[in-house]
């Protein structure tokens, strides 16, 4: 029988999906970055980060506080 696979504590994943966002804002620009880009580059899927922020301008006024 396989392992079972622990999962991130959620203080964990915010913080993956929050240090993603900030690089792909800076780089990217508000318009140019996507949740898709943003979720891969945090190691999560683009529902992890709805999750955790409901939508892109939640999440960019995270970074930003």
Request: glycine share 10%; charged share 25%.
């Amino acid at each position: 029988m396989p392992a079972a696979v622990e999962r991130p504590h959620r203080d964990e994943v915010r913080s993956r999906i929050l240090a993603a966002a900030a690089h792909n804002f800076e780089r990217d620009g508000y318009v140019g970055a996507s949740l898709r880009r943003i979720a891969t580059d945090a190691g999560f899927t683009k529902g992890a980060v709805y999750s955790n922020f409901g939508s892109k301008p939640d999440l960019f006024g995270q970074v930003c506080a």
